[in-house]
Nanobody, 127 residues
Framework: QLQLVESGGGLVQPGGSLRLSCVAS????????IGWFRQAPGKEREGVSC????????HYGDSVKGRFIIARDNAKNTVYLQMNSLKPEDTAVYYC????????????????????WGQGTQVTVSS
């Protein structure tokens, strides 16, 4: 069974950092484009970042550009989201999603383009 499991969420003060992990089980991530999304209460799901299967290409939402870094370690079957300079408006449930691709440089930004989703991890930024 293909599963994605997020971890690393928690409570952090404004200006702090967290690193989220997305681990795949039941399949290898090396041929999957991976995206991170988030959803705050009462708001629509928002794209945060995505990374190509090769790791060479990345894309970030305007609200996190310059603060978040996406990276992957295919040997560990894991994608990371390093979140720095966190703000209260970053509070949300964060999800990782994956989709198989043939082109190792391909990116997918829209949530509808992903077949496999994790259950999410809560990130709360508050003093």
């Amino acid at each position: 069974q293909l599963q994605l499991v997020e971890s690393g969420g928690g409570l952090v003060q404004p200006g702090g950092s967290l690193r989220l992990s997305c681990v795949a089980s039941g399949f290898t991530l090396e041929n999957f484009v991976i995206g991170w999304f988030r959803q705050a209460p009462g708001k629509e799901r928002e794209g945060v970042s995505c990374i190509s299967s090769s790791g060479d290409n990345t894309h970030y939402g305007d609200s996190v550009k310059g603060r978040f870094i996406i990276a992957r370690d295919n040997a560990k079957n894991t994608v990371y989201l390093q979140m720095n300079s966190l703000k209260p408006e970053d509070t949300a449930v964060y999800y990782c999603a994956g989709h198989p691709v043939l082109d190792p440089t391909a990116l997918r930004w829209e949530a509808a383009g992903y077949d496999h989703w994790g259950q999410g991890t809560q990130v709360t930024v508050s003093s």
